[in-house]
Structures are given as C-alpha cells and as structure tokens.
C-alpha cells in the first residue's frame, strides 16, 4: 500500500532550519580517484549509514546527513520517509519522540529536530530517495579539506535546501531494526587491528607497548584521524619518516611524537608516517564514534581472521529482518477499510496507518491531515 | 605544504629484499618496490600498476602509485588476502621484463609567467642562487620533471629533478593564500598548487592552466608518472 503523496518525483525538498554543530551530507566514499590526490571522506560509520539506508529503502550509495553531535533541525516540504541512526540522541518529529532504527513517515511541512548526542559522536538521518546533491567523480560525499561535494564542500548552513531524490519502486516504511548493527558507542573500545605494513619500523617493544597499553582519544581529532595520547611507542631507528606511500582507512601512523594517529575517511590519500598496524575494517565504524576521552585498547588479530570478520558480519546484515514489526488490523472507517496497528518500540511508540509508520506520543497523534 | 618524502635513515632497518608484498589492513595490500626516491623505482611502479590493471582482477578497486610502492586495493568479498598475494606474485614476476619494453612517457607542459605578480618570490630565489632571475627561469624551465605521484591534495604532483643551484629554503612566514596555479620551490622541490590554499613555497610564477577540475571525469590534467615541462610565457594568453 503506498501514498501517492510519497512516490510523486515533483519537488522534494529539505530546509535546513538549524544546522547545529556540523552536519555533512555523506555517503560510502569517493573511489577511484586516490591517485590524483583526492580523499575518499564518505561516512565515518557507516555502517550506521547503511542501516538508515537500508531502513528507507534507498540504495547503499544513497547520500544521508552525517550530523556531528546533534543539533540539527530540519523541515520536510513533502511526505517523506526517514530514518535515525548512529549515535544516541533524543530526536522529535513536530514534538513527537522517534526512535533510532524506525523507518517514520512525515507529512509535508513537518519538522525533525535533533537534540545534542548523549552517546557517540554521529548520528545519521536516512531520506528515502536520498540527499541529492551533484555527484562529483561518483560520490555526493563532502570533502572539507579540498572544498568538494555535498553543498559547495562545506557543512550544512540555515537555509540550506536539499533537494530528495525520487524513490525507486515502491515506498519503504515502517522498517524497524530490532538487532542495531550500528555501532554502540562505548567508553572503552578495543579495536582489532592487523600489524603492518611498516610494523617492522618499530622495536619489538615498541609494538608491545602498542598492543599492551590504553590510549586515550584527544581533541585533536576530526574526520581526517583521530590523535591518540598514551605511552611512546618506540621505533627501531629513533625515526618515524618513511618514502611517503598511500596509506587506507584505519591506517594508524605514528609520528614524531611517537603517539598514534589512526587515519578516518577524510585523511590524505598519502603519508610520508611509518604504520605500524591497520584497523580492521570492522572496527572503523566504532572508531567514527569516538569522541574525546574515550580509552582504545589494540589487539593484533590476523588478516585473515579480520577478513572472515568482514563475511561474518556481510552475512549478519543481510539476515537481518528489517520487515514490518507492527500487527495491523483491517477496520471499516465511513465504509473504507484502513489497515491500524500500534506498537512499542524502544523509547517511543510508532502507529500504522494504512502502511505508513508514524510516532506518536499518549495523547498526540501526529498526522495532522 | 608537504615535507619532501624523506628517505629511511642510513642503518635504521636491516637490508630488505624488494619486492615487497605486505598487507594494508584487510582490504588493501601494498607492494614495495624499494625504500628510496629513484626514477627507476617509480618507474616500476607505474609499469607494475599498468600490468594489475590489465589483468582485470574482479576484487581489485583501486590502485594507489607512489614513490616506490603501489597499494592495491580491494574487496575482501571477492578475493582473500593469500589468493590475491598469489595473483600479484604471478604479476610482479614479470615486471623486469615489461619494465625494459614499457613505452614513452606522457610530457604535459605548463605555460608559466614568471616573476612579478605571478611570481613575487623570483627576485629572492635569484638573490639566495646568486644569479639573475632569467638565469632562475632558464634552469628552471629547462629540465622536465618527474612525476613521483600526486597526494596531499586533489592534483598535487610531487617533482623531482629541480636543479640544486636554485634550490631555496621556504618562507618564514607562509602565505595565508596562494593562487591556484603558482609555481614555487621548497628546499630542492619545486611544484604547481593546483588550487587556492596557505603556503609557504617561494612562489616564482604561475600558470593559467587549469590543473584540477572535479567536474572533469578525468579531473587532473597532471597525472602521476607523466613528466612536467615548465613553458615561460609572456602573459597568460
């Protein structure tokens, strides 16, 4: 069952009523161009990212907002489906609680508005249709550093419109994903990695220290890395310069300082850093929720352990039943039949009406039409 | 702007043998080449990056050249890391062979003004060489120069073979903005900034040609193991 309202392709439309810290428009990456200079950037979790994708019904290259903290504040100017993820934060839909990980519908003119993250870093609003700014070599992704994609390669600013792109296939909503593969934010993380490729730089106590020590997130970390304070780690030679190569997500230098930076998405494609180990990719999305303060611990797993890693969680994600979780019941209302049904989910209450999943609250109900 | 890629300390590692296969994490590996900033080495590494291409390996996404290493990256859903060791080991096997019959290399030349507006730092680098500024511009124009591979920003080429005479320590104080297009030497560095940004090279001039385009699907007019040729034009025409 679909409203017609929601797969119409005229204008579709998000303003920007606040922006809050700083919210990007992300989505996987820019590939392909790392020879020429350019970052890949892209979602920091995105695995959160993919979720919310998932939960609207858009492709995994769909563009969403990455918003750094909360704060953001959003009008819709048509129906339109979305979906939270990521980081915890209270978030209301025209004063109305919505949970993290529910598909919701929102009728035209309805605002969505963030407060600050209580947990994490970022969280993720998936749009059907996705955020359709220009691609630019492949990707919508914002790139800071180098001024590229999203709007103008900047964050999102009051008055901003974005436009929504059309929805392919039927509408997706009342999606909800009971087991939240995003990441959990957490005050301690220990991060699997696997040694290399310059590992060899260091001294073997050097590598024990790594392995065997807390570090701590500073402030001085971005999407670029995240910089890293704890003990010194020693290389063999007192040196930490090497011939600059290309270095990958999750790619953790050690600089002069002898304190790990662990590179992110928005990092330079080269580093002229001796790297003593690299992330196991799925480890990056929790690193993208690293706020400072929070304790890394390392631990050396193989490749080929951190690649079945990877299978494990493919085949996790893809089990995963993101179907209606609401009972709805058939009822004859001035002699048409509408399908209702309302259910608990995590800290608020969602109601179906005739397939659309709307929040409601114990004595308001949203839809206003 | 980037430090010069330095070379490894004399004694600081034990002797290693190249190549070197070594994994990046689990969806990349990096082949090393050697551990120095050599011609012939960057010469292999884009002869190399040219053989994986066409092999058509399904997992590989994408190759990264550098100085002296090549990072191929890929998906860890299509091919395992051991297997696709073994592919590549198959493939650098034989590099010697196709680096002794690879073709020509790609010559892109830029039109440069040099000195005043354009250039501001010529008359310093000339003073700091003990030369005029045409001598400046004659040596500087006159060599083509290597591309070891672009990084730090979107089309930033890192030369090689600027002449040590107008070799030249960068400013004090760096520029807060420096025109997209400025040609500048650091040390015994010289470079193009492909756009606006801060920057502490002595600037000698600047070309109007348009070096990176994002709009463009093939967005960098200069592209990593092709050669640079300075040309000195009277103005940007």
New interface residues.
Partial sequence: MSDPAITESASRKIRVIQPGPMTLIQDRGR?????????VSGAVDVDSLDLGNRLVGNNLDSAALEIMLGGLEIEFSHDAIFAITGAELVATLEGVPVSPGVSYTAHAGSHLAFGMVSNGLRAYVAIAGGVDVPE??GSRSTHL??E?GGINGRSLVEGDVLTIGDILGAPVTGRVSETDESAAPSAELNIRV?L???D??FSQSGIDTFLSSTFTVTDQSNRQGLRLDGPQIES??G?Y??????V????IQIPGDGKPIILLADR???G?YA?IA????VDLPELGQASPGTAIIFTAIS??D??Q???DR?ERVNAIDLEKSVDSISVQVDGEEISVGVAENANSQIAEINGNIYPISVDEYTPAD | MPASGVAVGEGSVAPRTYPRILAAGDSAIVIELGSEIDPAINSQVFVLAKLIQAAEMPAVVELVPTYRSLLVSYDPLVSKHDDLVDQLAVIIDRLEAAVESASGVRIIELPVVYGGEDGPDLDSVADNAGLTTQQVIDIHAGVDYRVYMIGFAPGFPYLGGLDERIATPRLKTPRISVPAGSVGIAESQTGVYPNASPGGWQLIGRTAAKLFDVANDAPSLITPGSKVRFVPVKSHE
């Fill in positions: 590939t392909g161009f790392q020879q020429l200079g350019v970052s630019l070599l550093a180098s590229i696997v290399g490729p310059q060899d730089e063999k030679s040196r310069d090497i011939v600059s190569d290309a990958v997500n999750g790619s330079q494609t080269t002229g790297k690299t992330v196991a990719s490749v080929a951190a690649q890693l990877l299978v493919f």
